[in-house]
DNA sequence: GTTAGCACTCGACGAACGAGAGTGCTAACA
DNA sequence: TGTTAGCACTCTCGTTCGTCGAGTGCTAAC
């Protein structure tokens, strides 16, 4: 083995089949590439240097007479290349998010469709698991009929409500004494330490016990729900659009992946770089063998970071993914962040 | 032609065919029929009746050598002889509902969740839109960092939220003294009304007409989005268990028709019997041409109705559907009825 | 180092064919 | 008159075989 490396030349041709099977899908023959791109060059030479490359690792050959199709491999050194330039963020997507701020917790939900809208792929939105969540305020809005809305607001800013039965008797100036009655008492402890409190009030307490259990019973689920991270995904069949997907069961196993959020956490929830690219087999899900996954994380305030991410084919416009979600993190990280 | 009715054998032998295909997707041949359903009969007496009833339109053959398989006339028939009966609300469906009431607004949502996990097919609920919607109270809820959580609700129970910016001086009895001046002015009036009144407040108003700006949009939204009907839609890819649906064009048609909600609230809000199965082109829906729709309607207050169904292949079992559809809509009603 | 030429390989596609499933028809039977 | 056995017939499905074409690797010439 004389030359190991690889030469500007061979980057080159690299590039062109890695850009022309994922226009395509289909294995790029030499002629293909002497043809579209390296116009200078014939096609016997374009053989040579593609020979050298499956030997290194870049290529492969679905069989003896196809063209060639590009190895995890080669989309790692053509992403650590994007990768290293700047990517920018996508105008379109950051116009897209700029129409339709809308400050609540669905924000979340809002990138990952806009996202999986814009790509044509699916979309994944992590928000961080948020532990020692303590209550801002608390409040109880009148509705008809002997009901009433329980508001619980944190100091990250979390809103979760549901609706209690309350007395008849209770007019809104009285549920708003309570209101304040009970952020008064609650305001700045945790959401276990609410539980704890309340539940030892409740068995005291008589007639509107009602309402403590409502708040204790609303705490819990708050508090579960943000103790582990939470993934959100839209656009989960854009799959259904890429030929790698035709067969029926590969689609299907790959969507029931989907709904299998721990590995997806797990993958979302290590992201140091501002960017990473997991290709192939690096993703270590398996039914997303031949699929990437590149993810961009945002800040969420208190130094936690969530992550946004989109997954498709290996065969995937990587640059232009890059700055979607370029995009979407910027807008996620100022919505979100502190 | 001398005998033209649908004799009482006729009719057993149609159900041995309906429910072999909806077990196994596969043309039925008079000898599996001879075999497993009607043993007293020999193929040969079979097949002079599958010939009979093929003439009549009830039976259909792929091609000449391959078993019957039931027409959209016979699913009718089948259908219709079940909905003469008695429809038995599935228990367990029941019992599934029972452990999560959560009587805010997303129980429809939770409704189609059960609905598609218990029956592995496609759900929709559909909710009338409401016109007129009357504000019935007006709240802000103090949020960290000079923000309010906005709250309205509406004489029937419907709920809306939203992050504002308010002034950093406004405290909670601050922000409870505009919340009660608000519902003692607004409560009563229509979302249309509110919307005219405080576009005229606003524009006299100076420091907080952020507030009343904010007050107006989301009336608007709320009463765009009450003034239509809604489609909740889970499982969606459910389809994909379905030997129909193997190929993919097919089951990406029926996801993308899904999409388009128009035509599906269409057949769901014209809704008159308790129940109500379109087989096959009887839903008008291209793309969902060898499907079924069973629905079942529910009361949401107001003499309004809403409609839950369930979408599969024709080729389904019609009675359990049913019964887990009675069962839905029971609760449905419960909750959300007056 | 590059290129033209050529033999070779392998998948896609279509034709031919046998096996198997299921039918319709006829004739015999109760 | 209704039921059944038997049989010829039809059509699909899977297999095999041969052809076509795309694309390669190698060699020799530039």
């Known amino acids: 083995m004389r030359e190991a490396g690889v030469d500007a030349r061979k980057k080159r041709i690299l590039q062109a089949i890695i850009e022309?099977?994922?226009?395509?899908?289909?294995?790029?023959?030499?002629?293909?590439?002497?043809?579209?791109y390296e116009t200078s060059l014939s096609s016997a030479t374009i053989r040579n240097e593609m020979s050298d490359l499956e030997e290194m690792g870049y290529l492969a050959q679905p069989h003896v007479s196809a063209g060639r199709v590009p190895?995890?491999?080669?989309?790692?050194?053509?992403?650590d290349g994007l990768l290293q330039g700047e990517v920018r963020a996508d105008e379109e997507m950051k116009?897209?998010?700029?129409?339709?701020?809308?400050?609540?917790?669905?924000?979340?939900?809002?990138?990952?469709?806009?996202?999986?809208?814009?790509?044509?792929?699916?979309?994944?939105?992590m928000m961080p698991k948020q532990l020692e969540l303590r209550v801002s305020c608390l409040q109880l809005v009148p509705m008809p009929r002997g009901a009433a809305l329980l508001v619980i607001v944190t100091d990250t800013g979390a809103i979760r409500d549901t609706v209690i039965r309350v007395s008849e008797r209770l007019d809104s100036d009285a549920l708003f004494s309570i209101s304040r009655l009970l952020t008064e008492r609650l305001a700045g402890r945790t959401l276990q330490e609410v539980q704890e409190m309340l539940g030892a009030y409740a068995r005291m307490n008589g007639p509107d016990a009602r309402v403590l259990e409502g708040i204790a019973a609303l705490a819990a689920q708050m508090e579960k729900q943000s103790a582990q991270d939470t993934v959100i995904i839209a656009g989960s069949h854009n799959i259904l659009n890429y030929?790698?997907?035709s067969d029926v069961e590969k689609a299907r196993a790959f969507l029931t992946a989907l709904e299998e959020k721990e590995k997806l956490t797990h993958l979302l929830s290590h992201h140091d770089a501002p960017f990473m690219v997991h290709i192939g087999s690096e993703s270590a899900i398996?039914?997303?063998?031949d699929c990437a996954i590149v993810t961009a994380g945002f800040p969420v305030g208190r130094g936690h970071r969530g992550a946004v991410g989109v997954i498709g084919p290996s065969r995937m416009p990587y640059e232009k993914v890059l700055s979607a979600l370029g995009a979407a993190s910027h807008v996620l990280g100022e919505l979100l962040g502190e």
């Open 20 to 36: 022309d099977y994922v226009l395509t899908a289909l294995p790029v023959g030499s002629r293909t590439i002497s043809r579209k």
């Open 71 to 79: 190895s995890h491999k080669a989309y790692r050194l053509y992403v």
């Open 95 to 125: 116009a897209f998010f700029a129409d339709q701020l809308r400050p609540t917790e669905d924000v979340a939900t809002a990138a990952a469709q806009a996202l999986a809208g814009l790509t044509r792929y699916t979309a994944v939105v």
């Open 243 to 245: 030929p790698e997907y």
């Open 286 to 289: 398996s039914d997303m063998q």
